[in-house]
């Protein structure tokens, strides 16, 4: 069974899924990893999402505030072994319910064209692909996405 947490980026939690993450991009991202690296502190991250199973992490995704009306997407991560069933889109439609509840219309992220499963999950949760954004315009390894909610 699956259980949702909502907390914030202090859960040891979500530092051990983040770490995970950063290790993978990391060999995803090659000679440009310190670029994102940049963008992708946690300190600031108070609306964290946390999947279980059987009491054990296996997926996180957070939102930030991006404008009065928009929040960008963040740390998404589903655990190698638990990829395919569907927890990206879990993660997702929990962060975007609360977005929603936090009255914002629209989300937005990056993710880089490299990471096709990502790609892929955005594109099958109706997030249109949008024109760069901040600190990610002309950098062409970066695909941006939007979706209003």
Known sequence: MITVKRTNATDPNFGALVTKLDAYLKTTDGEEHDFYHQFNGIQHLDYVIILFKNNLAI???????????????????????????????????ELEQ????????????????????????YKKNKYIITANYGQYIGVENSICFRKKL
């Open 98 to 121: 609360w977005a929603l509840e936090l009255n914002y219309t629209a989300c937005i992220l990056e993710t880089g064209k490299r990471q096709t499963e990502a790609v892929a999950l």
């Open 59 to 93: 997926a996180c995704g957070a939102i930030k505030p991006f404008d009065t009306e928009t929040v960008e997407i963040k740390r998404m991560y589903v655990e190698p072994g638990y990829r395919g069933e569907g927890l990206g889109s879990k993660v997702l439609s």
